[in-house]
């Protein structure tokens, strides 16, 4: 039988349920990717996230070649153009079954139901999986039948439903015979034009790196990351996000990995490892809600009530923001960080968020669109739910009274200054007393902005715009 795997954010071979399937079923299996400039514009992906998704592209396709399997890439315009596209590649190669591991964003599941009723039309069978986070979507429910939208529950049954079969991942797959044509990854035209500053040497591609990294990660730094996980400049966190966004790793594989080294245990053991399988669960959790509540893929917040909020615009600040020149130190060096590594730290994450939807409260929608353009490893539900938490607008979200100071948050988090000083040069030569509120005469000193507001007046104007809303 011909076989084909159609890749999406799944580009690996490891605890890859359809690729497996596809070989345990099929004598010869075809691959294919399907690329679009439009779609990916669509979706805010970051120039960067499409440059790291190409290098990856690449090394799934030198894989997959020592199997035998051949990678085609298409061209698209766009997911409606994605049914006819498969359509004819099946009667080219004269295809009996598909297989594809499930993308569950609302874009992604019209596309689907589209692809599935042409197949069904031309009784060509298909299987589809779940590969992206340990249970279905919308599969783990409350008491009352009703999906979670607080994170403590929804870790709580993700535990007591957990089977450590689950992580029956292993799979060797045997080469198969040589097909008639080979891939096209190499003569494809992308059209893909650079606009990014990150050294990508800091993200290396492919699946033998991502489990390179993780299994550093686990054996040098997972012991202590709750204590190292907040303070940005000690890195004491996975790096593994862009990794886990393309599917170049599975978080059943980090999860099997974590367990190894905690006696297989979710709840006692080393704080550090069951603290990051937490991150992974929150990772799930924001699946979960984008798929249980499709408003947030409409632009809509989780909370109704902040719908009413009467959020500010400012060009000028709004540009501040974007290039890390707000005048405070901690936050201007994280939005540098994105830019210069198209990754920040999520304690920083949350810092810059709060200090865009509270203290400028200008729209979380801009700051997530903008996020999206820019991380490598943008994902929609984590981002969305990030933004949503920070501007108190989200399930189990921050409450909107709580405003974190960027001051105290990097005396706290940063007390040398030194990640400020990697990020913002021109502070370099300040002590760590003044590094993070620089005096005017500093600021002249060292040609580093004023502040572009006032934090305790920002503070007042954002409770009472939200007290309005919630009256
Ligand atoms: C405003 C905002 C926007 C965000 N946007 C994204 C995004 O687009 N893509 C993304 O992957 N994460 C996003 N996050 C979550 C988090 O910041 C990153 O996952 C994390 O910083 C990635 O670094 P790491 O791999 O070293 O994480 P680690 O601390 O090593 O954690 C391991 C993994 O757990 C998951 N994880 C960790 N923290 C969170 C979290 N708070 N929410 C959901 N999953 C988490 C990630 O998959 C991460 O790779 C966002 C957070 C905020 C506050």
């Not at 190409?54 to 399997?69: A, G, I, M, Q, W």
């Not at 590649?89 to 599941?109: L, S, T």
């Not at 909020?309 to 400012?314: D, E, K």
Request: aromatic share 14%; charged share 30%.
């Amino acid at each position: 039988m011909e076989a084909l795997v159609w890749f999406r954010s799944d580009l690996r071979l490891q605890d890859n349920p359809a690729l497996r399937n596809a070989f345990e079923q099929a004598k010869n299996v075809h691959a294919v990717f399907i690329f679009s400039n439009n779609q990916l514009k669509k979706h805010n992906e970051a120039n960067v996230k499409i440059d790291f998704l190409k290098s990856n592209l690449f090394l799934l396709e030198e894989k997959l070649d020592k199997l035998n399997v051949p990678l085609t890439i298409i061209d698209s315009d766009g997911f409606d153009n994605d049914a006819s596209l498969i359509e004819q590649f099946i009667e080219k190669k004269n295809i009996k079954k598909v297989f594809w591991n499930n993308q569950f964003g609302e874009d992604e599941a019209i596309r689907d139901k589209l692809v599935k009723i042409l197949l069904d039309k031309k009784n060509i069978d298909y299987e589809t999986y779940n590969d992206q986070i340990i249970y279905e979507p919308g599969f783990l429910k409350t008491g009352q039948g009703l999906p979670y939208s607080v994170f403590t529950p929804f870790k709580r049954k993700w535990i007591e439903n957990f089977e450590m079969d689950f992580l029956d991942i292993e799979y060797r797959y045997e080469a198969r015979n040589n097909l008639d044509y080979s891939s096209n990854v190499r003569d494809f035209d992308f059209n893909y034009k650079k606009t990014h500053q990150v050294n990508m040497e800091l993200w290396p591609a492919g699946e033998d790196e991502a489990e390179t990294r993780l299994l550093r990660f686990l054996n040098e730094k997972a012991i202590d990351y709750s204590k190292n996980r907040n303070d940005p400049i000690l890195d004491g966190t996975s790096r593994i996000s862009p990794y886990l966004a393309l599917g170049i790793i599975s978080s059943k594989k980090c999860i099997l990995e974590a367990l190894k080294i905690n006696n297989f245990e979710f709840n006692s053991g080393h704080i550090g490892v069951t603290k990051w399988i937490d991150e992974i669960v929150w990772r799930e959790f924001y699946k979960n809600i984008m798929f249980s509540f499709p408003k947030v893929s409409k632009g809509q917040p989780f909370q109704d009530y902040s719908k009413t909020i009467l959020w500010r615009y400012n060009e000028d600040e709004f540009n501040a923001w974007k290039e890390g020149k707000t005048g405070f130190p901690i936050v201007d060096a994280a939005m540098r960080q994105l830019l210069n590594e198209g990754w920040m730290h999520n304690r920083l994450r949350m810092v810059v968020a709060m200090f865009f939807t509270k203290n400028m409260l200008h729209d979380w929608r801009l700051g997530e669109a903008y996020f999206m353009q820019n991380l490598i490893d943008g994902d929609f539900a984590s981002n969305n739910g990030g933004w949503q938490w920070s501007s108190s607008t989200g399930t189990d979200a921050a409450p909107y009274f709580r405003i974190f100071n960027p001051i105290t948050q990097s005396t706290n988090f940063d007390k040398e200054g030194t990640f400020i000083k990697k990020y913002v040069p021109e502070l370099k030569d300040l002590d760590k007393s003044v590094i993070h509120n620089p005096s005017i005469e500093h600021r002249k000193y060292c040609k580093y902005p004023e502040p572009i507001l006032d934090l305790k007046e920002s503070r007042l104007r954002a409770i009472d715009a939200f007290k309005t809303a919630k009256s």
